[in-house]
């Protein structure tokens, strides 16, 4: 049975940074392109970030770049999320995503989603 079991969401404040992870299990990890996506209340889910099977290649929407950055660690089955300078529209509920034939950036390619783990943006 595959599970993506993300952690690290919570309640900071504006300016915070905060590390989210996602511990894969059932499936042969390094052949996935991994991503991250996120939806807010009342919007639709939309992409956050990917990196390749390799973790040699990652790919963050315009908005966000310089700000999320993106990791794995294939002994590990762990891929990490990196967010700074957080701000209220960053609130939502962020979901890790294992895409086994494609890029993991659009949601109705993605073969396994997590649980997904809910970040809070307040102060």
């Known amino acids: 049975q595959v599970q993506l079991v993300e952690s690290g969401g919570g309640l900071v404040q504006p300016g915070d940074s905060l590390r989210l992870s996602c511990v894969a299990s059932?499936?042969?990890?390094?052949?996935?392109?991994l991503g991250w996506f996120r939806q807010a209340p009342g919007k639709d889910r939309e992409f956050v970030a990917s990196?390749?099977?390799?973790?040699?290649?990652?790919y963050a929407v315009d908005s966000l770049k310089g700000r999320f950055t993106l990791s794995r660690d294939n002994g590990k089955n762990t891929v990490y999320l990196r967010m700074n300078r957080l701000n209220p529209e960053d609130t939502a509920f962020y979901y890790c995503?294992?895409?086994?034939?494609?890029?993991?950036?659009?949601?109705?390619?993605?073969?396994?989603w997590g649980q997904g783990t809910q970040v809070t943006v307040s102060s």
């Open positions: 059932g499936l042969t990890f390094r052949q996935y392109t």
């Open positions: 990196i390749t099977s390799s973790g040699g290649s990652t």
């Open positions: 995503a294992a895409d086994r034939f494609g890029s993991a950036r659009r949601w109705n390619e993605i073969t396994y």
